[in-house]
């Protein structure tokens, strides 16, 4: 995916409830993708990867979903906490190179 | 413990006035990638090194430069600054293609 524009799409989200976030790609040859997490401040910190040849993967409170066919990804968050409150990233690898797709700014609803 | 690390944090240049930023790891991974990231905005890929091999992005404007005179340091030289430039610049390393890729905490620039 390629990053455009000024400003982050926002998903507001209750606390406790679970957040689904969005990624489209662009490279059909991208083997490899990543989701990450950046706080205010901080660089991106891993959160979950996948590759290919798989189409889901879970890891604690998070779960990657991949369909090749539509070339999307997303980010499931169970029970939503405001520690989660951050820009989710995803990105694509290809060849070594990690290329990052649109952020989005999950904000939670007291 | 610190993984990869970046100095300074912050850095205030002129314009126009050469300055490096640097990148150090201690984790021995064979891959170097320096990014830009504006505000609100995804970061953008420079260039990568697999261990001496440089790779450039074609839309990475002359004025960055990068050296990794060994394993563990990387260099992003900005050769003539312009209020453009500033930005928050983070440095990212990975074992090989298809592992975790580890970031250092960015060093943020500004141009005056």
């Known amino acids: 995916g390629e990053s455009v524009g000024l400003h982050l799409p926002t998903l507001s989200v209750q606390e406790g409830d679970n957040s689904i976030i969005n990624c489209a790609y662009s490279n059909s040859a991208s083997d490899y993708f990543i989701w990450y997490k950046q706080e205010s401040g901080k660089g991106p910190q891993f959160i979950i990867d996948?590759?290919?040849?798989?189409d889901k993967r879970q890891g604690q409170r998070v779960t990657v979903l991949l369909n090749k066919t539509v070339k999307h990804l997303s980010l499931q968050i169970a029970a939503t906490q405001p520690g989660d409150s951050a820009v989710y990233f995803c990105a694509e690898q290809a060849d070594d190179k990690i290329i990052f797709g649109k952020g989005t700014r999950l904000h939670i609803l007291p | 413990d610190a993984m990869v690390i970046q100095n300074p944090r912050y850095q205030v240049t002129q314009f126009g006035k050469p300055v490096t930023l640097s990148c150090s790891q201690t984790?021995?991974?064979?891959?170097m990638y320096w990014y830009q990231q504006k505000s609100s905005q995804a970061p953008k890929l420079l260039f990568h090194y697999y261990d001496k091999d440089f790779n450039n992005e074609a839309d990475t404007p002359d004025n960055f430069q990068s050296r990794r005179p060994n394993t563990s340091f990387c260099f992003l030289d900005i050769r003539s600054p312009g209020l453009g430039d500033a930005a928050m610049y983070l440095c990212a390393t990975t074992q090989t293609s298809g592992h975790e890729q580890y970031f250092g905490p960015g060093t943020r620039l500004t141009v005056t």
């Open positions: 984790l021995n991974h064979n891959v």
């Open positions: 996948i590759r290919s040849n798989m």
